[in-house]
């Protein structure tokens, strides 16, 4: 038993080789006893415990941390821990956190904390912050520091220039493994760890690269450009950062040179930093999908409302739409009572049939596995799925609603309007998302409110107009 399994404000002896049982319970969550002792801690000031319990934590552990504990003591936890506070762990919190916790701090501190991260980190952190804060902590950096994070904030955000590391080594060609290999003991402002060492040209543009494993197998009097391989797939810095991730994926790669418009070297993007990139793109395509933007569970009852109101208006006029339809064919509906019990049916499995299709299509286009050369195959075969589908489940639920209102016909028109909506609901869960993306909109963000419109009216219009006219009610 350690001294995290008794309910005492008493120091743990965490180092660096801590693990995750110590701070975390069995479904991930920090555990509560833990979080007691150092709410106990900061609120007796105990700097002792603080430093040897939480200032020594993993920087995704310390994050895990202050997203678990109450606003007001995560300000008083980074104002005691002052310059034994790691700055890397506001890279794994919610960016509202991380606004609230930067804003709390002083200029100097951040300045102070940002210059022992690397790039990526620091500008991480220094993209959100007002302007006025960015300059002025710029201000108080070493002027090669301040050069780099300026060039990397220029580019684009979701951008690779955004993601990239500024620190990298890169060596001319005509170098040896020996002169290398020196150069790398010596030299104090190269990375703490890297894979690639990239080969350039006096005017630093990017010729080649060549790997440790590579490097450390050859003798020292063999010269770089011998061994050297070509930079097959160098990332241009404006290039979108999902892009970019989809090179890693399709290349195996750990690291990339990241290269400005004249093929200059201007940063490296590391594998750790794609990893957060797809979780990223992966996390907004879903909310996207349910209409919910980019908003986070730290986010404000009032900003979360403000998010979500545009597409639930959207939505609003769609469905006033599909009331509209239902309105159509009122006096069909006071004649046969058994229609707006069945209705829900037919909008609902075309809607979730839609939604199916729906996914699976952004899904595609997000990773460019769909395109014009497999577009019209693709099409056809969701076409044919929801014709399947509609038959196989529109001939059941019709069976199931004649013997239920003793009427074979009510059967026959569901069943007939399940097959008519469910194909229905298969075109346009694939050919919304491919027209708006042809168009520039985002298929993620506004797919979805498009497609249940055309399910619905559809359902609607095909179960009641073949009943109406069945019926011969007019």
Known sequence: ?????????????????????????????????????????????????????????????????????????????????????????????????????????????????????????????????????????????????????????????????????????????????????????????LPESFTQIFVIDPTFKLVGALDLDKLLRSKRQVKIETIMHDTNHPIPAEMDQEEAAQLFEQYDLLSAAVVDENGRLVGVLTIDDVVDVIQEEAEEDLLRLGGVGDEELSDSVSSTSRSRMPWLAVNLLTASLAASVIGLFDATIEQIVALAILMPIVAGMGGNAGSQTMTVTVRALATKNLDIHNARRIIGREAGVGILNGLLFGCTIGVIAGAWFHDGTIGGILATAMIINMFAAALAGILIPIVLDRFGADPAVSSAVFVTAVTDIVGFFSFLGLATWWYGIW
Not at 33 to 58: Q, S, Y
């Open 1 to 189: 038993m350690t001294d995290l399994d008794e309910n005492r404000h008493e120091p743990v002896d965490v180092n660096s080789s801590t693990k995750a049982s110590d701070i975390y319970s069995e479904d991930g969550s920090i555990r509560s006893d833990f979080l007691t002792m150092v709410g106990a801690a900061i609120a007796d000031r105990d700097l002792l415990f603080l430093r040897k319990n939480v200032a020594r934590l993993h920087e995704s552990e310390l994050g895990d941390l202050i997203e678990s504990i109450l606003p007001e003591q995560r300000h008083s936890l980074v104002r005691l821990l002052g310059d034994d506070f790691d700055m890397t762990a506001l890279t794994e919190v919610d960016e509202a956190i991380r606004l609230d916790i930067v804003e709390q701090m002083p200029n100097e501190q951040i300045a102070a904390g940002i210059g022992e991260l690397d790039s990526d980190d620091a500008v991480y952190i220094l993209e959100d912050l007002d302007h006025e804060d960015r300059e002025e902590i710029l201000a108080k950096l070493p002027f090669t520091e301040r050069v780099r994070l300026r060039r990397a904030l220029d580019y684009p955000e979701s951008s690779a220039g955004r993601r990239m590391q500024t620190e990298f080594v890169a060596v001319p060609p005509f170098w040896t493994v020996g002169q290398t290999i020196d150069y790398m003991r010596e030299e104090e402002e």
